[in-house]
């Protein structure tokens, strides 16, 4: 099983990063599909959440309207588009699957800094 995140960096406060998860050995279909970020210092943070069936998804409050979830079932990816991205968005990101198992990705380092 492998989970592999890609697409952080350093981006100035204002703008936009698309990060992909690329998903292998499991039933990608079947899973839902997560991204968490953790900060220094800080607890690990459930960010966006996308289900299996119907793809309906949820966000916590402080990215609302700025980032969006979405995967492709046929690429076994998961994306998490962040725009109008902001200081206290700088954080490792993680991808996670969740079923009957719990898969961590390793992470990507995001950067939001003038």
């Known amino acids: 099983v492998q989970l592999v995140e890609s697409g952080g960096g350093l981006v100035q406060p204002g703008g936009s990063l698309r990060l992909s998860c690329a998903a292998s050995?499991?039933?990608?279909?079947?899973?839902?599909m997560n991204w968490y970020r953790q900060a220094p210092g800080k607890e690990r943070e459930l960010v966006a959440s996308?289900?299996?069936?119907?793809?309906?998804?949820t966000y916590v409050d402080s990215v609302k309207g700025r980032f969006t979830i979405s995967r492709d079932n046929r690429k076994n990816t998961v994306y998490l588009q962040m725009n109008s991205l902001r200081p206290e968005d700088t954080a490792i990101y993680y991808c996670?699957?969740?079923?009957?198992?719990?898969?961590w990705g390793q992470g990507t380092q995001v950067t939001v800094s003038s």
């Open positions: 996670n699957a969740r079923f009957k198992y719990n898969y």
């Open positions: 050995g499991f039933t990608f279909s079947s899973y839902v």
């Open positions: 996308i289900f299996s069936a119907g793809g309906s998804t």
